[in-house]
């Protein structure tokens, strides 16, 4: 038992150190639709709710909406990464990509995303 307890403690200080911080959860369903929300850090929206304009640094934010999926993460520096899915189909930072983003940030506003 004790050959677990050094494993069983590094495996803790993982799960404790990612993400660190206040973690923020907005969840909607209803009959056949779920919608979910989860950020972490300050998030920013364009002026005109089209994109996503920053994170603070080590912050993301995970949006779900049935099949559609956006996951945005931003590093120490604070630079953007971004993974998409439209039902269930990835998508590129292309044209569609963007309209993709501009559709969920409107999505996010109306769930009530608090941003700066």
Request: glycine share 8%; proline share 2%; hydrophobic share 35%.
């Amino acid at each position: 038992m004790k050959k677990y307890i050094p494993v069983l403690l590094l495996l803790l200080i993982v799960l404790v150190s990612c993400h660190r911080g206040k973690v923020t959860t907005i969840r909607t369903s209803d009959n056949n639709n779920y919608r979910q929300v989860k950020y972490s850090g300050t998030v920013s929206f364009t002026a005109d709710s089209m994109a996503i304009e920053g994170i603070s640094p080590g912050g993301f934010l995970v949006y779900n909406n049935n099949e559609d999926y956006l996951e945005v993460n931003s590093n120490r520096e604070g630079q953007l990464s971004f993974e998409m899915k439209e039902n269930g189909n990835n998508l590129l930072m292309d044209e569609q990509g963007r309209e993709f983003i501009a559709k969920a940030v409107k999505d996010m506003l109306l769930l009530g995303v608090k941003t700066r």
